[in-house]
């Protein structure tokens, strides 16, 4: 059996969050610090703009945070700070596809090797430190053995059930560029250490996680990025014809799920879960881009690019496995968490947009 679960604070040890200064990663140290956990960050702080997560973090937590400024790679760290953890969030990761099109070596070294890594600290440290993986739906490839219909501004697949319930975790796998064959391989050897070696783990493959701490860019984070670019004044370039749909998934909704998943890691272990806005959430490039042009009154300045590789039409994901092991809440609606995270990035950036849609949801207070 696994160690004692979230909400007992009795072990003084920390929880572990590599990529803790990341988006999702900090939303999560941020939740368990409140709830008065330790949090151990470790973090290369090389992506652009996670240094100030960093800095929220400690100035709402003092000395519940920890922080070990280090590269993933680096394993003999990796190892000791694993080491010390009664918890594991693994949430570091090259997460472009288009940079493991360029370093494919460098994205199997940080996804595959560095994931490898940790969890053999976890199998020799032998205590039954759970834990927990941040995969991806492109483990699921491209789809393109699937029917779609193109309704109004949206593809929709033809497939009656998956229509209604998206893509569940039957769906063989089939990775597609670099960065799917390195997130792939990881997500296979997690599981495999829950089967082999008995180590607590569990696997989110998740869709498009959005929210407030997001700096998005146009390789990933992309309802961060068109929200900045839009209130920027910045044209923003769709790949292919803007119809693909995605479900999208406010931050708070995917932190309530990886602590769910934690706290019933002994039911959970050797699971994975498809983790997304499932089909109440899913909404095309052209719907989001329409909504958001009424959220702050200005026309945004659209433009077209060829397909990407790997790119999927549509994904939705079947979230039922994952709403009954874990007891998930209602999530909330992508229009309410849109208008959120266009507020916080206006005020977080100083650009003073106000929300002016007459009909946008309420928006909570920016903390």
């Known amino acids: 059996m ?18 803790g200064a990341g988006f999702i990663g900090s939303n999560i140290a941020d939740r368990l610090a409140g709830m008065g956990h330790t949090i151990l960050i470790y973090d290369a702080l090389a992506r652009p703009g996670v240094r100030a997560n960093l800095d929220w973090l400690e100035a709402r937590h003092g000395d519940r945070i920890e922080t070990i400024v280090a590269d993933i790679r680096d394993e003999d760290r990796l190892a000791a700070a694993a080491g010390r953890a009664k918890m594991v969030y693994h949430m570091a990761a090259q997460v472009a596809v288009t940079t493991s099109l360029t370093d494919p070596r460098a994205d199997f070294a940080i996804n595959v090797a560095a994931t490898m890594g940790l969890l053999d600290a976890l199998r020799r440290k032998g205590d039954g430190t759970p834990l927990i993986f941040a995969s991806t739906n492109k483990v699921y490839g491209d789809l393109a053995d699937l029917a779609f219909t193109l309704a109004g501004d949206s593809y929709v697949p033809a497939d009656a059930v998956i229509r209604a319930a998206g893509i569940d975790e039957r769906r063989p796998l089939d990775f597609h560029t670099p960065y799917g064959c390195s997130k792939g391989a990881a997500d296979q050897y997690v599981l495999d250490y829950a089967r082999s070696y008995g180590v607590p783990t569990a696997v989110f493959r998740m869709s498009c996680i959005y929210g407030q701490r997001q700096m998005g860019t146009e390789d990933q984070g992309w309802v961060a990025h068109f929200l900045i670019r839009a209130l920027e004044g910045q044209p923003i370039t769709l790949y292919g014809d803007g119809h693909q749909v995605r479900d999208i998934l406010d931050v708070s909704d995917a932190v309530d799920a990886y602590i769910g998943a934690w706290d019933r890691i002994d039911a959970v272990a050797g699971t994975a879960f498809n983790l997304g806005g499932g089909p109440d959430n899913a909404v095309s490039l052209r719907v989001l881009l329409a909504y958001m042009a009424q959220l702050i009154d200005r026309e945004i300045d659209v433009r077209s690019a060829d397909w990407r590789e790997g790119d999927q039409r549509y994904f939705v994901a079947d979230t039922r496995r994952a ?4 007891g998930l809440r209602d999530r909330v609606a992508w229009q309410t968490g849109v208008a959120r995270l266009a507020q916080w990035l206006s005020e977080s950036r100083g650009l003073n947009w106000p929300i002016v849609r007459a009909d946008a949801p309420e928006i909570e207070a920016v903390r």
């Open 323 to 326: 709403q009954a092991a874990l």
């Open 2 to 19: 696994s160690g004692a679960g979230p909400h007992d604070l009795g072990d003084p040890r920390p929880v572990l969050v590599t990529g």
